[in-house]
C-alpha cells in the first residue's frame, strides 16, 4: 500500500506543536537556510520546477499563480487559506493543529518567494482550537527569531497574523476572503481585477492553500527533482487524501499522486462488508460522481477531469449502495442553497429553487416535469455565476440524477386524475 | 480612463464594425450602435457589479458566456449580443429573477417604466416551471421619511448600496443576511435618510425602492412630463416635472444631465413640492386696512400701488424695491427696468446673508471635478448639495484634498482639513494642480482673503448662492447701480422714515437678513409697503399690501446657475387662481404709468446679453455698496422654513439628524 | 276608369302589408311595465365587486383606465392602512369614476381587470336629467356590503370557470389570509417567512 508521510510525517509520533520537538526532528532548517542561503528567486524557481499545484480546489500550478504578480513597486501581501469548508475535506485542519510549525514555515518561505513582508493566515471560525495552537506556533517562532524583525538577525522582516473567519463557505474562496479579511462583507469579488493585481487592499496578492504552502518545506529539502519524480506526467508529488463516507477507516491518507480510486479505498479499509461500491466523489462536494468504470483511474489532475469530475481539494467521499441518492442530492443542493452569499443571480435563486424542488422529491411530491427542470436548470446556471459556489451545484447533482434516475422517478408524486 | 482614451479599439459587436476608446465596457460599446444590453446592477455612474448577471453576451473564443457589463473590449473582439445561446442564458436569468418575485404589477409603483418588466417581455422565456411557493418576505417596509421598500420586489442588483457608498459617501444602506434571504435595509437600524436619498428610487430597476410621496398616486403613464429646472437652490439641476390631475406628483432626475446634477437630486429638490397644493397658499391680493388684511382684486392693487409711489414722490420720499432669489432672470430684469423708468434708484437683491452672487470667471461643475484641492468656506453641503455630491466625487474617488474654513456644517464622513483662515487653507492645500474655492458668499472679507490667497494658483471660483437666483438678480441689474443705496442703507433710512413705498418681490428680509430688526422698523415706518410672495411669511405680515405670486412650477422664464449657465425653467403647472407671476404684476403696476415695455423678445435678448456678460468683481468685492458691509448672522439652514419647506409637514422630516456627538 | 281600379289595387296591396302586421305579434313591449330578457353576456352598467370578506376586489391599479378606449374612466390610488383596509394588499382605489357617458361599453376594462373587481352587469337603465350624474363613483359603482360579492362574470365559453376571480385568488402569488392581512409596512417580519429556510 502506497501510504507515504511527507506532511504527515511524525503526526501521532511527536508533539510537533512544540517547537523544540519539530525544530530537533529538523525543523525551521528550510527556513533558516532560505534565509541566511537563498535567494527569494530560488524559492520561487523550487516551487516552480517542482511541478507544485495548488491543493485547495482547483489544482492551478502555484508557480504560476506567483509568476503573475506584477513589479509595481507596490507592496505584496501572501495569504494562507485555511478557511477549509468544503464538505468532506479535513487535511487542512490536521495539518494546522498537528503540526503548526511546519505549515508557519510553509507560509514564511511562501512570503520569502513573493517578498512579501506580511502574511496572513485566515483560519476557518470554526477551528477555535486550531487557530489557538497556530497562535502559540506563530508566538513561538517569534521568540526564537524565526518571524517579525530582523529575522535571525539577517535584517529580513516577515510578519505573520492568524485572522479567524467568522463561519461562511464562500470566504474560502480567494476575493471573498480577502474581503472577510478585510472587515467586509465575506463576498467574492468581480474579476477581473484578479488578486494578483489587486488583492488585499488592493494590494498584488497570492492566496494559497495550507498545503501547498507546506509543501514548499519537503520541497526545498529534497530538491524540486525529487517532488516532480513523483506523480503522474503533469500532477507532481504528494496529496493529502480526507476519505469519508462507507468505508471502514476514514481519514486523512498521503498517497503519491497518481495512485489509482480502487487503492484509496483499499488503504482505507475498503467498503463495510456486504455492501457493494456504489460511486466516489472524488474532490469535494463540488465535484461530480465518478461510477465504477473509473475505480482504475489514477487519482490525478488530468485522469479525474477525464472521467468527469475533478480533483479539487482532495476530499474523497465513498458512497455504496445504501445511498439514498435524492437526498444525498438535496444535501449537497441544500447546502450551496445555504451557503450562497446572494450577490449574483443564478447561485442566489436557482440554488433555493433546486432546493425547495428536491425537497418535495424527498417528500414523495415530485413532478414528472421537475426532472427535466433540474437539468435544465441546474446546467444552465452552471457558468453564469460571480463565482465557483454557483457552478459548484450542478456537478454532483447531473451526475447522479443522470446515473440514478430510477430514484429520483420513484418519488414522483402520482398522477393527479383532472377533476 | 483618460490616458487611455485616445487609443481606439476596433472590435464587431452583432456583425457592425464599433470603434472605442481602449478601457471601454461592452455595454457602452454596444450603444454606440444602438444595441442594447440589458443591464440591472451595472449602471453608468456606478460601474460594474456584476451581480445580476443579465448583460450576457457571447464573445468569440471565450467559451463560456461574457458579462458585457465587466468585459472591455479588445481589438478584433467579435460580440453577440443577439444569438441563441445568449437569448437562453439570458431568459435562463430572467426566469430565476422571476422566481421569488411577486408579480404584483398592478400595484406597484414602477409597472410601467420597470426594467424587470421591460426585459422579461423581451428576453424572458414567457412561462415558468416553478411549482413552489414564493418567498414572502416583509412588503411595504418603511425604511425611512423618503422611502418604502418591498422586498419581495428586489432583486439584490445593489445599486441602490453602491450609490450610498460611492455617489452619497453615506454607507447607511447595506444587504443584510445572505443568500436568497438577503434583504435591503440599513446597517444600523436607524431611518434611511441623508440629503440623497431619492436617487435610490430611481436607480432601482424594480419597484423594491419606491417613494413615499409618490406611492401609488399614479401610474407612469398617466403623468404629463415637462423638463425644467430645480430652483430650489442655485445648483439648477435639471428635472422631469410629473403632473397629473393638475398636481405636481413627483420629479424626477434627468440621468445624462453631466454638465449640471451630474443625473443626481437632492432631496429637497426632489421631494418639496408639497407647498404647490398648501391650503395657505396666496390666491388674492391683500391690503392691509386698520391692522386687518382684506381681500382686494389686482386692478385695485396696482391703482394702490401706483397712487403710493406717486404720493411718495410728491412727498419727497424715496422710493425702494428688493428682489429676491425666487425671481427669474426676466422678472429681476423688469424689475429694475420698471423701477429704472420709475426713477428708482434704490435697488438691491442681497437681503439675506449673501452678499457677492457672482465670482470673477465663470467654472463648469465638471471642472470642479478635476481640482486637486478644493477650499470650501460656508455650509456648502445645504446650499448647494448636488454640487456637494461632486466635492464627495472629486474627494473620494479623484483623490483632491477637501479644506473647509471657519464654520462649515457638519463634518464630511472621509477626508478633509479644518482651518480657521485663508492663510491656513493655503497649508493645507495640495502643493500641486488645480485649486476650486466654493464659498459661500457670506463673509466678504474671507471671500477677499481666499481669493487674494490663492490668486497665483488661478483657482476656480464658484459661489454657492443662499436664494437660488441670486446669480441672475445680480447679472439683472439688481443692484443699485445709478447711485442708489444698497439694502442695508435702504433699511437704515427706511426705518428713519425716509422712505414712501417699499417693494419686495420674493424676499424675506424679516428673517434671512442679519439686520432683520432695522428691516422690521423699515416695514413699519414705511406708509406703503408690497411684497410679492406665496405665502404669508414674516416680511409679508408687516406688509400694507400682499400680492400672491405663482411659483417656479407655475411660470416659464431663466435661472443663472452657479457655474454660470443660464437654464430655463418651464412652467409644468397651473397656477391657482388669482396668482400671478411677479413678470406679469410688473408689467401691471407698468400699465398704471404707461411706461413702455420691452417687447417679449427685447426681454429675451436682454436676459441673454446680461447673463453672457462677464462680470469683472472678484471674490469679496462688495459691488455698488453704499455701506460697509454687515456681518454675516450664524448660518440658517434652509430647511428650517421661512421659505417653502415649511408648508410641507414631510419635509421637516426629511432633515438629517445633527451628527451625534461621539459617534 | 281603368286607371281607376288600377289605383284601388295598388291600395288594396298596400293595405295587406299593414293588415298582416296588425294581426302579426307584436315585436315592441311596453316598457318600462314589460322589459325585454338581454342576452346573458351583454354589456350594461359597471359594477366594483368584492370578495366574500366584504374587503372591494378594486385594488386601483388603473388598468382599467389604461384599457379604455373611451378614456371614461379616472381611478385614483390610495394606500391601505391597518386602521382603514379597504382592500387586499398594500392599494385601493381612493377614488373610481366611470363616466357613463362616454363610455362605449366594449368590456375593455373587465378584461384588463388583474382582480375581477369591474364588470359589466346587464343593467342598463342609467336615464336621467343632468349630464353630471352620469359620472358613477364609487358611492354608486361598488356592490353595497350587504348585497354580497356582486354578479359574477357570465359563463366563458372555453372553459374558464364562472368565477375568475375565485381563479385569481387561487393563482394569486400572495398568501391572502397571512401575506394580503399582513403586508402593510413590513408587519411580515422575518421569522414569518415561508419556505424551507424558514
Given amino acids: 500500500m502506497p501510504v507515504t508521510k511527507v506532511l504527515t510525517a511524525g503526526i501521532g509520533e511527536a508533539d510537533l506543536r512544540d517547537i523544540s520537538v519539530y525544530r ?16 527569494p528567486a530560488d524559492v520561487m524557481e523550487a516551487c516552480d520546477k517542482s511541478g507544485l499545484r495548488g491543493r485547495g480546489g482547483a489544482g492551478f500550478p502555484t508557480g504560476r499563480k506567483w509568476s503573475f504578480l506584477p513589479n509595481n513597486g507596490k507592496p505584496r501581501y501572501m495569504v494562507c487559506n485555511c478557511d477549509e469548508a468544503e464538505p468532506g475535506t479535513f487535511k487542512d485542519h490536521m495539518l494546522l493543529e498537528e503540526t503548526p510549525h511546519l505549515v508557519l514555515e510553509g507560509i514564511l518561505l511562501g512570503a520569502y518567494g513573493i517578498g512579501c513582508t506580511h502574511a496572513y493566515i485566515y483560519i476557518r471560525g470554526e477551528f477555535k482550537r486550531g487557530y489557538q495552537i497556530f497562535q502559540k506556533a506563530i508566538d513561538d517562532a517569534r521568540a526564537a527569531g524565526l518571524l517579525g524583525k530582523n529575522i535571525l538577525g539577517t535584517g529580513l522582516d516577515i510578519e505573520v497574523t492568524a485572522h479567524r473567519g467568522a463561519g461562511a463557505y464562500i470566504c474560502g474562496e480567494e476575493t471573498g476572503l480577502l474581503n472577510s479579511l478585510e472587515g467586509k462583507r465575506g463576498e467574492p469579488r468581480l474579476k477581473p481585477p484578479f488578486p494578483a493585481i489587486a488583492g488585499l487592499y488592493g494590494m498584488p496578492t497570492v492566496v494559497n492553500n495550507v498545503e501547498t504552502l507546506a509543501y514548499l518545506v519537503p520541497i526545498l529539502e529534497k530538491g524540486a527533482d525529487w517532488f516532480a519524480s513523483v506523480g503522474t506526467e503533469r500532477s507532481k508529488g504528494y496529496k493529502i487524501v480526507s476519505v469519508s463516507g462507507h468505508v471502514q477507516k476514514p481519514g486523512n491518507y498521503e498517497v503519491p499522486i497518481g495512485t489509482t480510486v480502487r487503492e484509496i479505498i483499499e488503504i482505507a479499509g475498503g467498503l463495510r462488508p456486504g455492501r457493494t461500491f456504489a460511486a466516489v466523489q472524488p474532490g469535494g462536494q463540488s465535484s461530480a460522481c465518478i461510477f465504477e468504470e473509473h475505480l482504475d483511474y489514477p487519482y490525478d489532475y488530468e485522469s479525474m477531469a477525464k472521467a468527469g469530475s475533478m480533483l479539487g481539494s482532495g476530499a474523497f467521499t465513498v458512497f455504496d449502495d445504501t445511498t439514498d441518492w435524492v437526498k444525498a442530492a438535496l444535501n449537497s443542493v441544500r447546502f450551496y442553497a445555504h451557503e450562497s452569499c446572494g450577490q449574483c443571480t443564478p447561485c442566489r435563486e436557482g440554488g433555493h429553487w433546486l432546493e425547495r424542488v428536491l425537497h418535495r422529491f424527498v417528500e414523495g411530491r415530485g413532478l414528472r416535469s421537475d426532472l427535466e427542470m433540474i437539468r435544465r436548470v441546474s446546467g444552465t446556471i452552471t457558468g453564469l455565476n460571480l463565482c465557483a459556489l454557483g457552478d459548484s451545484i450542478e456537478p454532483f447533482l447531473k451526475s447522479v440524477v443522470n446515473r440514478f434516475p430510477e430514484q429520483f422517478e420513484a418519488r414522483v408524486m402520482q398522477e393527479l386524475t383532472p377533476a | 480612463m483618460a490616458e487611455a482614451a485616445t487609443e481606439m479599439v476596433k472590435l464587431t459587436i452583432d456583425g457592425v464594425p464599433v470603434e472605442v476608446p481602449k478601457g471601454t465596457l461592452l455595454v457602452e460599446a454596444a450603444k454606440k450602435i444602438k444595441q442594447e444590453i440589458p443591464v440591472y446592477c451595472y449602471h453608468t455612474k456606478l460601474g460594474p457589479a456584476g451581480l445580476c448577471r443579465v448583460c450576457l453576451v457571447e464573445v468569440e473564443g471565450m467559451p463560456k458566456l461574457q458579462i458585457g457589463c465587466n468585459t472591455p473590449v479588445a481589438d478584433g473582439m467579435v460580440v453577440h449580443t443577439r444569438n441563441e445561446k445568449v437569448e ?92 436568497h434571504n438577503d434583504i435591503i435595509a440599513t446597517s444600523t437600524g436607524d431611518p434611511y435618510r441623508h440629503n440623497f436619498t431619492g436617487n435610490v428610487t430611481e436607480l432601482c430597476p424594480v419597484g423594491a425602492l419606491t417613494s413615499k410621496t409618490y406611492r401609488f398616486k399614479s401610474r407612469p403613464w398617466d403623468l404629463n412630463r415637462t423638463e425644467t429646472s430645480c430652483t430650489q437652490c442655485a445648483v439648477g439641476c435639471r428635472q422631469f416635472a410629473d403632473v397629473r390631475y393638475g398636481t405636481l406628483v413627483r420629479t424626477m432626475s434627468v440621468e ?66 428688493l428682489g429676491g432669489g425666487r425671481l427669474f432672470n426676466e422678472e429681476a430684469y423688469l424689475l429694475g427696468y420698471v423701477m429704472r423708468a420709475l426713477g428708482v434708484k434704490n435697488l438691491d437683491w442681497r437681503t439675506g446673508r449673501q452678499l457677492q452672487a457672482s465670482p470673477g470667471a465663470n467654472a463648469s461643475y465638471e471642472a470642479l471635478e478635476n481640482a486637486s484641492s478644493i477650499v470650501i468656506a460656508g455650509d456648502i453641503a445645504e446650499l448647494a448639495p448636488v454640487l456637494w455630491l461632486r466635492i464627495i466625487k472629486a474627494v473620494t474617488r479623484k483623490g483632491a484634498r477637501l479644506v473647509r474654513v471657519g464654520a462649515c456644517g457638519a463634518a464630511p464622513g472621509f477626508a478633509h482639513t479644518d482651518v480657521t483662515n485663508a492663510g491656513e487653507a493655503a497649508q493645507a492645500v495640495a502643493a500641486e494642480g488645480g485649486v476650486a474655492i466654493v464659498w459661500d458668499g457670506a463673509d466678504l472679507a474671507l471671500g477677499a482673503a481666499l481669493a487674494a490667497t490663492f490668486a497665483s494658483r488661478s483657482p476656480l471660483a464658484y459661489i454657492a448662492s443662499e436664494q437660488s437666483n441670486a446669480r441672475g438678480a445680480e447679472a439683472m441689474g439688481l443692484l443699485p447701480t445709478d447711485g442708489g443705496a ?63 405670486a405663482k411659483s417656479a412650477f407655475e411660470k416659464s422664464g431663466t435661472v443663472i446657475d452657479i457655474a454660470g449657465d443660464l437654464l430655463p425653467v418651464n412652467a409644468s403647472l397651473q397656477a391657482p387662481v388669482g396668482a400671478l407671476s411677479d413678470l406679469e404684476m410688473l408689467i401691471g403696476l407698468a400699465q398704471q404709468f404707461d411706461l413702455a415695455l420691452p417687447t417679449s423678445e427685447e426681454l429675451d435678448a436682454a436676459v441673454i446679453a446680461r447673463a453672457a456678460k462677464p462680470l469683472a468683481a472678484a471674490l469679496g468685492e462688495a459691488r455698488y455698496a453704499t455701506s460697509e458691509p454687515l456681518a454675516p448672522s450664524s448660518s440658517r439652514s434652509i430647511w428650517d422654513g421661512g421659505g417653502t419647506c415649511a408648508h410641507d409637514d414631510r419635509i421637516a422630516t426629511l432633515r438629517r439628524e445633527p451628527v451625534k456627538v461621539g459617534a | 276608369m281603368r286607371k281607376q281600379l288600377y289605383n284601388v289595387g295598388a291600395i288594396l296591396k298596400g293595405l295587406s302589408i299593414t293588415f298582416k302586421f296588425m294581426f302579426a305579434k307584436r315585436p315592441t313591449i311596453e316598457y318600462p311595465s314589460v322589459k325585454k330578457q338581454h342576452a346573458p353576456r351583454f354589456h350594461g352598467l359597471h359594477e366594483l365587486r368584492r370578495y366574500a370578506d366584504g374587503k372591494e376586489r378594486c385594488i386601483g391599479c388603473e388598468l382599467c383606465s389604461s384599457a379604455c378606449p373611451a378614456n371614461a374612466i379616472t381611478v385614483i390610488g390610495a394606500e391601505n392602512t391597518p386602521e382603514s383596509r379597504k382592500s387586499p394588499g398594500e392599494r385601493h382605489a381612493a377614488r373610481y369614476e366611470i363616466d357613463e357617458l362616454r363610455c362605449i361599453f366594449c368590456g375593455m376594462c373587465e378584461e384588463a ?86
Fill in chain 1, 24 to 39: 530537533a526532528r529538523g525543523g525551521y532548517k528550510q527556513w533558516e537556510r532560505a534565509v541566511r542561503d537563498l535567494k
Fill in chain 2, 486 to 548: 444698497d439694502f442695508t442703507k435702504i433699511a437704515a433710512d427706511a426705518a428713519n422714515g425716509a422712505y414712501g413705498v417699499l417693494a419686495l418681490f420674493g424676499a424675506n428680509p424679516l428673517r434671512n437678513a442679519p439686520n432683520a430688526e432695522t428691516m422690521r422698523g423699515a416695514l413699519q415706518a414705511t406708509p406703503f409697503t408690497v411684497v410679492s410672495e406665496l405665502f404669508m411669511t414674516e416680511s409679508a405680515q408687516a406688509a400694507t399690501l400682499v400680492l400672491p
Fill in chain 2, 256 to 321: 445624462n444631465d453631466d454638465a449640471i446634477s451630474d443625473g443626481w437630486l437632492c432631496d429637497r429638490g426632489r421631494y418639496n413640492i408639497g407647498y404647490l397644493g398648501a391650503p395657505e397658499r396666496l390666491t388674492q391680493p391683500l391690503y392691509k386696512q386698520n391692522g386687518q388684511f382684506v381681500q382686494i382684486g389686482w386692478d385695485d392693487a396696482f391703482a394702490l400701488w401706483a397712487k403710493a409711489i406717486n404720493d411718495a414722490r410728491a412727498a419727497g420720499k424715496a422710493v425702494g424695491a
Fill in chain 2, 88 to 179: 437562453s442564458g439570458r431568459s435562463m436569468i430572467l426566469e430565476l429573477l422571476l422566481v421569488n418575485h411577486p408579480l404584483d404589477c398592478p400595484i406597484c409603483d414602477k409597472g410601467g417604466e420597470c426594467d424587470l418588466q421591460d426585459y422579461a417581455m423581451a428576453y424572458g422565456r414567457g412561462a415558468s416551471d416553478v411549482a413552489d411557493p414564493k418567498q414572502s418576505k416583509p412588503k411595504g417596509v418603511d425604511l425611512g421619511p423618503t422611502i418604502v421598500l418591498d422586498e419581495e420586489r428586489c432583486v439584490v442588483c445593489q445599486r441602490c448600496v453602491r450609490f450610498d457608498d460611492i455617489i452619497a459617501g453615506e454607507r447607511q444602506l447595506v444587504v443584510k443576511d445572505r443568500g
Fill in chain 3, 113 to 198: 381587470c388583474p382582480t375581477d373587481a369591474i364588470v359589466l352587469t346587464p343593467r342598463f337603465e342609467m336615464a336621467d336629467y343632468r349630464r353630471g350624474s352620469f359620472i358613477y363613483a364609487k358611492d354608486r359603482l361598488l356592490v353595497p356590503p350587504e348585497a354580497g360579492v356582486g354578479t359574477p362574470p357570465d359563463e366563458r365559453p372555453n372553459g374558464i370557470p364562472a368565477d375568475l376571480g375565485r381563479v385569481a385568488e387561487v393563482k394569486s402569488t400572495i398568501d391572502i389570509t397571512a401575506g394580503y392581512g399582513a403586508t402593510h409596512r413590513g408587519e411580515i417580519l422575518k421569522t414569518q417567512r415561508r419556505g424551507l429556510a424558514g
